[in-house]
Nanobody
Framework: QVQLVESGGGLVQAGGSLRLSCTAS????????MGWYRQAPGKQRELVAT???????NYADSVMGRFTISRDNAKNTVSLQMNSLKPEDTGVYYC?????????????????WGQGTQVTVSP
């Protein structure tokens, strides 16, 4: 099983910056990919950015050029630097991790989610 602990959310004015971090722990054999998703009130959860173990990244069009995802493989940590924030970036941001997990019967792959951290951008 994998536990994800997020930090860094908060309230910021439009144009400001925030940095989110997420650390994975548990019986991790290896991590395939980590990323961030967000959910605004009344909307479905959507992808923000992902990064693979080989540092291949993928961004939502709405955040391209403003957000940067990075990863520290040695620390099982993923970070999201958010610049030029807009009110439409407001939502709960969830860390996601796709990992190979060690179990008594062997290794299996599963998806894990953090509890979410609130990001609020005021006009």
């Amino acid at each position: 099983q994998v536990q994800l602990v997020e930090s860094g959310g908060g309230l910021v004015q439009a144009g400001g910056s925030l940095r989110l971090s997420c650390t994975a722990s548990g019986n991790i054999f290896s991590i395939n990919a980590m990323g961030w998703y967000r959910q605004a009130p009344g909307k479905q959860r959507e992808l923000v950015a992902t990064i693979t173990s080989g540092d291949s990244t993928n961004y939502a069009d709405s955040v391209m050029g403003r957000f940067t995802i990075s990863r520290d493989n040695a620390k099982n940590t993923v970070s999201l630097q958010m610049n030029s924030l807009k009110p439409e970036d407001t939502g709960v941001y969830y860390c996601h991790c796709n990992a190979k997990v060690l179990a008594s019967f062997g290794i299996y792959v599963n998806d894990n989610w953090g509890q979410g951290t609130q990001v609020t951008v005021s006009p």
